[in-house]
């Protein structure tokens, strides 16, 4: 590849990409940035309702980025979303599966203790998280396995990696997504085409609404204990911003990653590389 052929490579125009929970505070950025470079994003969510303030910047990248209803739990669903899809750009080239998340009721506290954590709340994280990431490459990648090209963007988490204290499922969950990524890497490389490929992103620790809470004080807004510990930890002596995951994502759907697949990338100021010492 020439220098030239590198700087096209982020040129995403005429590609479409699908963008699971694409209507979440990490989404929305990362929908942002593919059509910022040209790609036609479809976002398939449960919640379709926009705040103005994304609306506004939706309408800075020309209509190229779309909102669809769709349950990453529900096969059928997936498989009409495709069908719009399809029907409004033609074609899809990449599917990120970022929806995902914790429940507070798979939250070990003070009030709830690991041995009372119900088992409704833990298969409700373990599925939206595994089942919500394998279903939709299903439906989607079936389509690239036919057109022998794809690629496959799931999203993991710093807990993966070391389980973090309190969150069990999520924990067990995104490390699964972890390995699921790299199966599913091999099995699209061995049985269609090399050129199918599939990478994770694991985000350190992002202020977003479902940890705000965790890691900030409601009422005063200071650091909790768990937020100073994430702090000390991380080399960087920030959270991420959801920006900070913008430039791995478009390498990863880019053609500057032609030769990665199975891997998962940390963005997380050096969390995962810190033993503390
Ligand atoms: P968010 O809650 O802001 O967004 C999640 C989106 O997923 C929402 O728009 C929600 O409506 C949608 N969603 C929920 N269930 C769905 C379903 N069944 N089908 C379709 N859509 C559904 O969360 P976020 O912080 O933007 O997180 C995005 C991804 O990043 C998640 O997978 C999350 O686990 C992961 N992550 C987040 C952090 C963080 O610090 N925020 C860190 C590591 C990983």
Redesign the pocket.
């Known amino acids: 590849m020439n220098l030239d052929q590198l700087k096209e490579s982020y040129n995403l125009t005429g590609k479409t990409i699908v963008l699971?929970?694409?209507?979440?505070?990490?989404?929305?950025e990362m929908a942002l940035a593919a059509a910022g470079c040209g790609a036609n994003v479809a976002i398939?969510?449960?919640?379709t309702t926009v705040t103005e303030e994304t609306q506004e910047k939706i309408n800075g990248v020309n209509g190229r980025i779309k909102i669809f209803l769709?349950?990453?739990?529900?096969r059928e669903q997936m498989i009409e979303a495709r069908q719009v899809v399809l029907d409004e750009f033609g074609k899809i080239d990449a599917l990120i599966?970022?929806?995902?998340?914790?429940n507070p009721r798979a939250t070990t506290s003070p009030d709830l203790s690991f041995f009372d954590l119900p088992a409704e709340a833990m298969d409700f994280v373990m599925k939206?998280?595994l089942q919500?990431t394998i279903l939709p490459s299903q439906v989607f990648g079936s389509i690239f396995a036919e057109q022998k090209e794809g690629n496959i963007i799931n999203?993991?988490?710093?807990?993966a990696f070391r389980p973090l204290t309190r969150i069990p499922a999520?924990s067990a969950a995104?490390a699964a997504v972890s390995n699921f990524t790299q199966w599913l890497a091999v099995h699209m490389a061995q049985e269609y085409s090399p050129n199918i490929r599939v990478n994770a992103i694991?985000?350190?620790?992002?202020?977003?609404?479902?940890?705000r809470f965790l890691l900030t004080d409601e009422k005063t807004g200071e650091l909790t204990p768990r937020g100073k510990t994430i702090i000390d930890h991380t080399p960087m002596k920030r959270?991420?911003v959801?920006g900070d995951l913008s430039g791995v994502l478009l390498w990863l759907l880019s053609t500057a990653s032609a030769f990665v697949t199975g891997i998962v990338v940390p963005v997380d100021g050096g969390f995962s590389a810190f033993s503390g010492v």
Do not use: C, E, H, R
């Open positions: 699971t929970g694409g209507n979440g505070i990490l989404g929305t398939l969510d449960l919640n769709g349950n990453v739990l529900n599966n970022g929806a995902g998340g914790n939206l998280n919500g999203i993991s988490s710093m807990n999520y995104k694991a985000p350190g620790f992002f202020m977003t609404q479902q940890n959270f991420g959801p």
